[in-house]
């Protein structure tokens, strides 16, 4: 199964590309570590952003789409530009699940994340990647 999982932040798509194998996983496409959306009032550019966004989701033919949940309100509430990419993720072809924090925690609470061949910054992509597969069995 091969799932994509995302985390938004200000007006990047910090991505890590998993293929699963029962429990075990490997990273695929390690080049693609983040989409960039250049100028967010800018037509030109949210097209350009989502034509590379969906052109690297069919290059890898992705079984689902994972993305850490931002909160919609309060302290640590998600800037407009990640809702706003969000939307454009969820406009996609591909199945969607969006996870919270708090649900990725429980969910791995007691699992080993083996993260040590991806960069720091992509380890809540993974961590919302491991819960798709999780929401699938």
Do not use: W
């Amino acid at each position: 199964m091969k799932i994509c999982g995302i985390e938004l932040k200000g007006n990047e798509a910090i991505i890590v590309s998993v293929l699963f194998d029962g429990e075990d996983y490997t990273f695929i496409n390690k080049d693609v570590k983040k989409i960039k959306l250049k100028d967010t009032d800018n037509q030109s550019d949210v097209q350009e952003f989502t034509k590379e966004l969906y052109s690297f989701f069919d290059a890898n033919d992705f079984e689902g789409i994972a993305i850490k949940g931002r909160a919609k309100k309060g302290k640590f509430a998600g800037g407009s530009v990640s809702f706003k990419i969000e939307g454009i993720i969820q406009n996609s072809n591909y199945p969607v699940l969006i996870f919270p924090g708090a649900t990725i925690k429980a969910k791995l609470k007691n699992s080993t994340i083996d993260a040590s061949q991806i960069n720091g910054y992509q380890e809540d992509a993974l961590r919302a990647a491991i819960c798709y597969k999780i929401a699938q069995k």
